[in-house]
């Protein structure tokens, strides 16, 4: 990974901030040019410091009022490739994570209701073969979630 200096970081916190903040704002703002602003930009998205821009969506706005997290656990090793497969295909998982402990993996999983919670764990995670069991967590409300991160 390249070292990035102090512009870098002041550059990423705006971009965090508001991704839609023209050249010429952030220019304005960290005392640059524009073109130095977007050669800066091309950089940090070549060295895969910027993996890409994205709309924040309000997860309750559109019906999505249910988060909730969920263990999964086997013995198999088998079974990996399979679930991950399944993740990648499936909307509703947010997050999968390789976690240690008792479990094998911990998903973020956002739904409508209890019932599309209910048939995902069903229809969908508890039919992979293998998977032996599973813990969730629903989530009353949340004090803190951002997915900025301060550099």
């Given at each position: 990974?390249?070292?990035?200096?102090?512009?870098?970081r002041?550059?990423?916190?705006?971009?965090?901030?508001?991704?839609?903040?023209?050249?010429?704002?952030?220019?304005?703002?960290?005392?640059?040019?524009?073109?130095?602003?977007?050669?800066?930009?091309?950089?940090?998205?070549?060295?895969?410091?910027?993996?890409?821009?994205?709309?924040?969506?309000?997860?309750?706005?559109?019906?999505?009022d249910?988060?909730?997290?969920?263990?999964?656990?086997?013995?198999?090793?088998?079974?990996?490739?399979?679930?991950?497969?399944?993740?990648?295909?499936?909307?509703?998982?947010?997050?999968?994570?390789?976690?240690?402990?008792?479990?094998?993996?911990?998903?973020?999983?956002?739904?409508?209701?209890?019932?599309?919670?209910?048939?995902?764990?069903?229809?969908?995670?508890?039919a992979?073969?293998?998977?032996?069991?599973?813990?969730?967590?629903?989530?009353?409300?949340?004090?803190?979630?951002?997915?900025?991160?301060?550099?």
């Amino acid at each position: 990974m390249s070292i990035l200096d102090e512009t870098d970081r002041n550059l990423l916190a705006l971009l965090q901030k508001n991704d839609r903040l023209s050249l010429a704002e952030i220019g304005q703002e960290l005392k640059l040019a524009p073109s130095t602003v977007n050669d800066r930009i091309k950089r940090l998205i070549r060295n895969e410091i910027i993996s890409g821009f994205h709309a924040a969506v309000n997860p309750e706005k559109v019906g999505l009022d249910l988060l909730a997290f969920v263990f999964v656990g086997w013995n198999d090793p088998g079974v990996e490739a399979v679930f991950l497969k399944k993740v990648a295909e499936t909307g509703s998982v947010l997050e999968c994570h390789h976690v240690t402990g008792a479990w094998n993996y911990l998903m973020k999983v956002r739904l409508k209701n209890t019932r599309e919670l209910e048939r995902f764990l069903a229809q969908e995670l508890k039919a992979i073969d293998g998977l032996m069991r599973t813990e969730t967590l629903i989530v009353l409300s949340s004090a803190k979630e951002v997915s900025t991160l301060e550099v």
